[in-house]
Structures are given as C-alpha cells and as structure tokens.
C-alpha cells in the first residue's frame, strides 16, 4: 500500500522554527520527486505547492517565493523520509502541511500554526 506520513506539525510562535517529516512506503522513494504543499484556512480550493525535492537530484529543488530563504526541503535522516525544515515562521505560514509524490499520492497533513 503506498503510504505518505507527515508529521511534526504544531503551535509556534511568529520566528520559530518546525521541522516537518515525510514518511513513506509502498513505492520506489528513489524514483519519484517529493513535494510540500500547504492549504491555508478559509482556502480550502487552494493548495499552494511550497516545495519539491528530486529524490535522485538533491540539487533540483523548488521552492515557492513566499517561502524562499526560510524553508529547507532535504532527505531526511532514514531511509525513505523527506524533511521540511522551517525557520523564521510566520502567521501567513499557518496551514496544513502535505507531502505527496510524483504519483499524487498525498498524506493526511499536520497542522502548522503560527500564533503573532
């Protein structure tokens, strides 16, 4: 079964930092890239693609404007994982974060607030 885990979402405050994890199993992590979307509250037809990582290309990487300078996509530490380091926070940033691969196939998200 293919299966995308995200976790490490919570409350922070406006200039803290979050790390986001992607788990994943059920497919070739290797051959597929992975992406951060995010949908903001009262947006629920918008998801704004936040950052995507090529699994076999570290160094081809996206990352959205809005997040640029601040936000960190990376492998993580074991195996078929996928990092989403996030520093300097905002209230803008607050959101239900997702990972989803080349596929489409997303997880359920975690939640990220970011309190003024």
């Known amino acids: 079964e293919v299966q995308l885990v995200e976790s490490g979402g919570g409350l922070v405050q406006a200039g803290g930092s979050l790390r986001l994890s992607c788990a994943a199993s059920g497919f070739s992590f290797e051959a597929h890239a992975i992406g951060w979307f995010r949908q903001a509250p009262g947006k629920e037809r918008e998801r704004e693609a936040v950052?995507?990582?090529?699994?076999?290309?570290?160094?081809?990487?996206y990352y959205a404007r809005s997040v640029k300078g601040r936000f960190t996509i990376s492998s993580g530490n074991a195996k078929n994982t996928n990092d989403l380091q996030m520093n300097s926070l905002k209230p803008e940033d607050t959101a239900v974060y997702y990972c989803r691969n080349s596929a489409g196939t997303r997880g359920q998200g975690t939640q990220v607030t970011v309190s003024s």
């Open positions: 950052s995507v990582i090529s699994s076999s290309d570290d160094a081809n990487t």
